[in-house]
């Protein structure tokens, strides 16, 4: 069975610095891959997907994730982080011909020093 | 444009009754997915709509739990009997083409 795993639980950055969070999945082929993000009280907000060609994808908010395939991974980064990215992350993938139900990991929270 | 609401946005209920969670997705989206996220972990599917039917409702915990979606839009998930164990955010997402899928604000269920 498909899963994914965050292993970073908690994550705290001054604001400014750079982020990366941490993303690997279990999968037999290449699944479809998303970031998303979700602040207290509101639904998930898709950041960026990965579905072929560029193993780059830029997202929204100035975030960026690089698909590694040798390493089943799909990490997000973000040079400089703002007070307001202050949230959970989800990462999640599906996989094609499964009506695209998503796996998501156990989260990442992420907490931004002023 | 509208985005997935869902009703209502708290609910709290006893022990063995039963409940209904609306969710009405983003008009003209055909595929519809319900997800429940329990506190601390990531959201887990449940069951996914296309169209009218369920094409999939492997993550359905146990036959307590039903949703419908008659006319192709609105979908009820429907829970029997709660137990405490039901308490969650219950989530919708609807998606154009079975793709990219966007999230409703959810609904909390408290059974106590």
């Known amino acids: 069975a498909q899963s994914v795993t965050q292993p970073d639980i908690h994550i705290t950055v001054s604001e400014g610095a750079s982020l990366e969070l941490r993303c690997n999945y279990s999968y037999g082929a290449t699944p479809y891959l998303f970031w998303y993000v979700q602040s207290p009280g509101q639904g998930l907000q898709l950041l960026l997907k990965y579905f072929s060609g560029d193993t780059l994808v830029q997202g929204i908010k100035g975030f960026e994730a690089e698909f590694k395939r040798s390493q089943s991974s799909f990490n997000l980064r973000k040079p400089s982080v703002h007070w307001s990215d202050a949230a959970e992350y989800f990462c999640a993938v599906a996989f094609t011909g499964g009506g695209n139900k998503l796996t998501f990991g156990t989260g990442t929270q992420l907490k931004v020093e002023l | 444009g509208a985005g997935v609401s869902q009703t209502p946005s708290n609910k709290v209920t006893e022990k063995g009754k039963y409940v209904e969670l609306r969710c009405d997705p983003i008009s003209g989206h055909t595929a519809l997915y319900w997800y429940r996220q329990s506190l601390g972990q990531g959201p887990e599917f449940l069951i996914y709509f296309q169209g009218t039917g369920a094409a999939d409702d492997s993550g359905l915990p146990n036959d307590r739990f039903f949703a419908v979606r008659p006319e192709g839009s609105v979908s009820t998930l429907k829970i029997q009997r709660t137990e405490r164990g039901d308490s969650a955010v219950y989530l919708c997402?609807?998606?154009?083409?079975?793709?990219?899928?966007?999230f409703g604000p959810g609904t909390r269920l408290t059974v106590l």
């Open positions: 997402a609807s998606s154009p083409s079975s793709d990219t899928q966007y």
